[in-house]
């Protein structure tokens, strides 16, 4: 049924025309519909959705398929593929895991230091990695270090609520933690390429820390807060925890040549992205984001593994990229190619004139009201898909109240990333959910808080660090 749903709504918009729009509008809105109706139904796989303005585009004369094909190659695409790459050569060499596991010996093994530790290795991880990802990589970790605290506890309401914040911590904290950087997570992609498109107006990496870095990390201790207060787990510095934690950085060795050559590629890039606008400053060549990932990830393909004296193989190989999730790539070349379609038949300036009838005069309202909308809706609805039908909405809103269209486009972005109710919210959501050790009811009363704090810091940062990025980065 979902899978039909979105065809019968095209065919009711596209002959009944309820708006009374001009034929061009009512086509792109037909169009659009359609695809947000998959999108949220997912009747079919996302990225498969984001090829539709591929086939309907040109049949139905809204544009050209040499027009409608451009944006799958915008050049903010290529950032996300390059942060992918990278993600890869860390995750291949086991890097992440040393990470994460270094930091949760070094927070200490108590029950709540523990779960601080997972917290931050964890966030830190997903600024890098994708929140999946992260998630998929702390699960078994985590797994592990609940097993045992069974095993020296026993089953009683102690260890269970300390299991519960352990999986809610991984899941929360790989959403938290991917908004602090641009590719930390799809919809900080998704809404740089829309602005970029939109405006010709470059947000670097560093401009993005800059607002970004302080709500994640804020984000991040607050949910340590939050957790250990509503689910105490009183468990006390434990031997054998640390024991485990040793076990597991034993059993990887000393740091292999592999990963220390992944290490330099990783903090060489980092480097380039904070301190790309300073490094610009001498006349000869200038860098952006998008070549630093993309230069980045050709070292993981240039540079050899050097693992052994035998072996040729570089830190990646070409048939490491299967793992990768190209369909996010589709998924965002075929958003930009619907809200440039929106922009031109005029709906997205339509919608934006009269939602800003309802706003008022108070911008600090209007970011809250933004921010509380987009956090919720994406309790059920995909946050990339989210942001790739909001952006240009939002920034619409911007233009018809005089406001700088980041003032509404950032708090809209990260509240997308900040689902904490639902299991659908997020994947990562999804994934610890399925571990059996989190009840819908707890994930809620644990979410809604999250969601309000997330609310605060996100409305408190736009307000007054975006000013002050966009003064640093002009």
Excluded at 114 to 128: C, N, V, Y
Excluded at 196 to 203: L, V
Excluded at 215 to 241: C, H, Y
Aim: aromatic share 10%.
């Amino acid at each position: 049924m979902a899978l039909l749903g979105g065809p019968l709504l095209f065919a009711l918009l596209l002959f009944f025309n309820p708006l009374h729009l001009d034929q061009a509008g009512n086509k792109v809105l037909a169009v659009a519909v359609l695809m947000i109706y998959w999108w949220i139904s997912e009747a079919i796989p996302m990225p498969a959705v984001a090829l539709v303005p591929l086939v309907l585009f040109p049949l139905m004369g809204i544009a050209k398929i040499s027009e409608t094909a451009i944006p799958y190659a915008n050049e903010v695409i290529f950032l996300f593929m390059g942060g992918f790459m990278i993600g890869l050569g860390i995750e291949k060499w086991n890097l992440h895991k040393r990470i994460a596991l270094s930091i949760v010996q070094f927070t200490g093994t108590g029950g709540n230091r523990i779960i601080l530790g997972f917290i931050l290795a964890t966030g830190f991880i997903s600024m890098w990695l994708s929140n999946t990802a992260t998630t998929m990589m702390m699960y078994p970790i985590a797994m592990s270090v609940i097993s045992v605290v069974h095993v020296k506890n026993g089953h009683d309401q102690r260890t269970r609520n300390f299991a519960l914040c352990i999986m809610l911590s991984i899941a929360y904290a790989s959403n938290f933690g991917g908004i602090a950087t641009i590719i930390g997570t799809p919809p900080n992609v998704a809404y740089v390429s829309f602005i970029a498109k939109k405006f010709n107006f470059d947000i670097s990496f560093f401009s993005w820390m800059i607002v970004c870095l302080p709500v994640a990390l804020m984000l991040l201790f607050s949910l340590q807060l939050v957790l250990t207060r509503m689910f105490p787990n009183k468990l006390q510095q434990d031997t054998t925890m640390h024991a485990l934690v040793k076990e597991e950085l034993a059993a990887l060795g000393p740091m292999s040549v592999p990963e220390k050559r992944v290490l330099y590629i990783f903090l060489s890039t980092a480097f380039l992205w904070i301190f790309r606008d300073l490094i610009n400053k001498q006349p000869y060549f200038r860098l952006d984001d998008n070549m630093i990932a993309v230069f980045g990830a050709l070292l993981m393909f240039f540079v050899p593994a050097g693992n052994t004296l035998e072996t040729k193989d570089r830190i990646l190989v070409w048939s490491d990229t299967s793992k990768m999730a190209w369909g996010i790539l589709l998924l965002f070349g075929g958003g930009i190619t619907l809200a440039a379609a929106l922009e031109r038949a005029g709906l997205i300036e339509m919608l934006g004139k009269w939602l800003a009838g309802f706003s008022g005069s108070s911008m600090i309202l209007l970011i809250i009201a933004v921010a509380t909308l987009s956090i919720f809706i994406s309790e059920v609805m995909s946050n990339v898909a989210q942001v790739i039908v909001f952006a240009p909405v939002v920034t619409g809103i911007a233009a018809a109240v005089g406001a700088d269209p980041l003032l509404l486009g950032i708090p809209m972005t990260l509240a997308a990333s900040c689902a904490s109710m639902m299991p659908m919210g997020t994947p990562p959501n999804a994934i610890v959910f399925s571990s059996g050790h989190i009840k819908l009811k707890e994930m809620l009363k644990a979410g809604f808080v999250m969601n309000l704090i997330s609310i605060l810091l996100i409305v408190l940062a736009t307000y007054f660090l975006v000013p002050l990025a966009m003064r640093i980065a002009n």
